[in-house]
């Protein structure tokens, strides 16, 4: 596994080979509670990816971990501090470009490992990777393991599979056991937040405070743990490996060496 920005040019020409997966983090920067880093999706997606790559080398296949996207579609944080939103267009138009790049440096396997849940911003994901579905001679193709799907979604926790897991014990577990210094402590003390987050959002609300989540998080912080984290990311890069495994079989049959 390859982390591309530490990487020199002369490594990297050699790491984006064809036959090497691409794992692109996927963030946001937005308001998380009280308790957490606006950068706790970015968190979240760095460490899926780590842990995808590892898992991916330990099957013998190539990967090379993409500098992570901290922005993404973040209108359901409006009404408090710190958020940064693209326009869904931005968003696409970015992703096709980072894309393109990629191709020119004979990249052929990407994979979104992302974070961010934003209904909207899946949604672009989505697009994305449909517009890349099929694997070319010249064109890169996209694969998109979407945790929000059913398959995954159980596989993720409870307070995950119910809608209710902003800021709630899921992600607070995962930044606790990847950034620990910057969750704030009062984070044991925030009671538990249940909102029916996706029923409303599937009745046309589009902010978590006309939600009723007033401080920015829902589902139950308190009971978070670093040891629950390593075990969702572990989960997280299980559903990647799982993806590529059915998409590309023929990395596991032959092999990802360098055929430059």
């Known amino acids: 596994m390859h982390e591309l920005p530490k990487l020199t040019w002369l490594e990297a020409r050699a790491a984006l080979h064809p036959r090497a997966v691409c794992l692109l983090p996927l963030g946001a920067t937005e308001p998380h509670g009280p308790h957490l880093p606006l950068d706790s999706d970015v ?15 330990r099957a013998g ?25 693209l326009k869904s267009g931005t968003l696409w138009a970015l992703l096709e470009d980072l894309i393109g790049s990629l191709e020119q440096h004979g990249a052929r396997r990407i994979v ?11 949604q672009v994901l989505r697009g994305v990777a449909g517009d890349h579905a099929l694997l070319e001679a010249e064109r890169a193709q996209v694969l998109f393991p979407d945790p929000t ?40 003390a925030l009671p538990r937040v249940d909102i029916g987050l996706v029923a409303k959002m599937q009745a046309g609300v589009r902010s978590f405070v006309a ?12 009971k978070a743990s670093a040891e629950e984290g390593r075990d969702l990311v572990a989960r997280l890069a299980a559903m990647v490996e799982t993806t590529v495994r059915e998409a590309w079989p023929d990395l596991y049959a032959h092999g990802t060496s360098n055929p430059r």
Do not use: K
Request: glycine share 10%.
């Open 149 to 188: 799907r059913r398959r995954w979604a159980g596989t993720l926790g409870e307070e995950f599979a119910s809608g209710d897991c902003h800021a709630g014990r899921y992600e607070t577990s995962i930044v606790l056991a990847h950034d620990a210094p910057h969750v704030r402590g009062e984070h044991r």
């Open 43 to 57: 968190t979240i997606a760095l460490a899926m990816a780590r842990a995808s790559g590892e898992s991916l080398a």
């Open 61 to 85: 296949i190539d990967s090379v971990v993409l500098p992570a996207l901290p922005f993404g579609l973040t209108n359901y944080t409006d009404g408090f501090a710190g958020w940064l939103s």
């Open 112 to 122: 979104f490992c992302n974070a961010h849940l934003e209904p909207a911003h899946v």
């Open 211 to 222: 939600a009723g989540a007033d401080q920015a998080y829902c589902g139950d912080p308190a």
